[in-house]
């Protein structure tokens, strides 16, 4: 059963636009849910968090959004930029069973000149 | 700077062979984790540790084991290497949630093959 979804296994994007990456959750239990981006040879690197009781954070180039009532979350980077290609993760969390993370499978972002 | 280190960063191994993968971080986390990334499944969780003396299973602990003597490392063991462990292997990090953050910080990975 895979608890952390990510439908898109690609997106390209021209630079200095927006890049929109989708995340669908199925467990009613994650409290906190995290983006992670990862670059060939090298681990994830965290990028930006939200709790289930915001709908919205933001940081610097990179917002995060949630619908909980459609068990979904997007990560929108504005403006896009070549150093951005990278597969980004989702992750949810369960703070009540501690700090672990389920994963998505990812999503591999190009973004073009 | 504080940081998390994997060795080897690539090992090639024969089946039924035992290996095992290290993992060091200097952030003084309780909390640390391994997973490994195989295509088509992102990160998928193998045993983790709240702190010394304590390990629990993941999502994917079959041949795997763990150890925690002290806070600093968390080896990981595959017992009698199989072609199906071939992968990628990350270990992390992550504080308590007292401290409010819920973010775990990885290591750089192991990529190993079992011939």
């Known amino acids: 059963d895979q608890q952390v979804k990510q439908n898109s296994p690609s997106l390209s994007v021209q630079e200095g636009r927006i890049s929109i990456l989708n995340c669908d959750y199925t467990?009613?239990?994650?409290?906190?849910f995290l983006w992670y981006k990862k670059y060939p040879a090298e681990g994830p690197t965290f990028l930006i968090s939200?709790?289930?009781?915001?709908d919205k954070n933001e940081d610097g180039r990179f917002t995060v959004f949630l619908n909980k009532s459609a068990k979904h979350l997007s990560l929108h980077i504005v403006p896009s930029q070549p150093g951005d290609s990278a597969v980004y993760f989702c992750?949810?969390?369960?703070?009540?069973?501690?700090?672990?993370?389920?994963f998505g499978t990812g999503t591999r972002l190009q973004v073009t000149l | 700077d504080a940081e998390i280190t994997q060795s080897p960063r690539h090992k090639i191994t024969e089946t039924g062979r035992q290996v095992t993968l290290a993992c060091h971080q200097t952030?003084?986390?309780?909390?640390m984790f391994w997973y490994r990334q195989d295509l088509g499944h992102g990160l998928r969780l193998i045993h983790y540790?709240?702190?010394?003396?304590?390990?629990n299973k993941g999502e994917v602990s079959d041949g795997y084991s763990v150890s925690r003597s002290n806070t600093e490392d968390l080896p990981l063991t595959l017992e009698s290497a199989a072609s199906s462990q071939t992968s990628v292997y990350f270990c992390?990090?992550?504080?308590?949630?007292?401290?409010?953050?819920?973010?775990?910080?990885f290591g750089p990975g192991t990529r190993l093959t079992v011939l």
């Open positions: 992390a990090s992550s504080e308590d949630l007292r401290a409010g953050r819920v973010e775990q910080f």
């Open positions: 467990n009613s239990m994650f409290d906190y």
């Open positions: 952030w003084n986390h309780n909390n």
């Open positions: 939200i709790s289930s009781i915001k």
């Open positions: 992750a949810g969390s369960n703070t009540g069973t501690a700090s672990k993370l389920t």
């Open positions: 540790s709240y702190g010394v003396q304590d390990t």
